[in-house]
């Protein structure tokens, strides 16, 4: 099954009749790659502390750049008359950017939501901006992503239903004028369910963008208080009513079991600053659980991080020197970390993408899990 537009298709190779996990292919201008797949935000044009070359050694195929924190600085203008992203920050790969919805969400007494858009200070020098769909199209445009995302409103947690209600119409007004504003350009537009964590709300908003009708379909306001029954039940019940030949976007979500879950519920994409952000906290992913570099046990380690790992930073350091850098505040320590952890996210979902191929997704799952709980506390 194929559907897309020139310079953009998705291939939906196989569904997993079991768990409805699905293997699928995206085709951009700038490359292809397979899904499940995991995007490595680099919010500034940059995947912090890490060259291209690095994520092309690491295994990654495609990044997020976020469309406020560019537009504030370096200015979206800037970067088009520097040849786009991809030129300017060297990466010749597939590139998504965010709208910046969830950013000006975080904002909170900085931006005032209306009809219109978004007037907000910016957290940078308390200037006052308005972004409106037109705008939000306009700004990714200018920035030559591969695929972009409508403006939308991420709903607090709580939040009453009545405002939920409001909110969720707003962002299904805001995908059709982003709809309507982006034209034969080639980019990718995705649409973004809100809904909160009410079904009903889901379901509308679903409907709505069908309607409209996007190049993929992101499931959006998730992680932002609820618990984890709720966020699951939130993905689950809103990747059924996505359209079965479009990519799904998971976004945001991004620990281990959250991508694992997501991926037996039919999710193709994920983004999350998790284990980048993660790493230059010093808190390590290993297949058998979390690793905190900074723990005395690990001063005169001379392990890998993880025995087998095939990352540059386990075939070259052990954990007592990934120690002392952490604990001498040495910025190698944040690249090193990061390479690591990054590379694991890579091996997961090609774990997981393999898995899908030979129909063994429930018994990769299941061993995983017992892994896990055999040692979750090194």
Known sequence: MVSGKMGFQFHLMKTEKEAGARLGKIITAHGEFETPAFIPVGSQATIKSLTSDDLIEIGVEIISNN??????????????QLGGLHRFMNWNLPILTDSGGYQIFSLGQLREISTDGVRFQSHIDGSRHFISPKIAIEIQR?????????LDECIPYPVSYEYASRSTALTTEWAKQCKESLRGNGQALFGIVQGGTFEDLREKSARGLRKIGFDGYAIGGLGVGESREVMYRMVG?????LPRESPRYLMGLGKPEDLIDAVMGGVDLFDCVIPTRNARNGMLFTSSGKLVIKNACHATDERPIEEGCGCYTCRHHSRAYLRHLYMAREILALRLNTIHNLYYYVQLIKQLREAIRRGRLLDFCQEWQKKRKENDDL
Request: with cysteine; aromatic share 8%; glycine share 10%.
């Open 67 to 80: 469309g406020y924190h560019l537009y504030l600085r370096p200015g979206h203008r800037t970067i088009e």
């Open 237 to 241: 019940h809103t990747a059924l009513l």
């Open 142 to 150: 200018s920035l030559g992503a591969d695929i972009i995302m409508c």
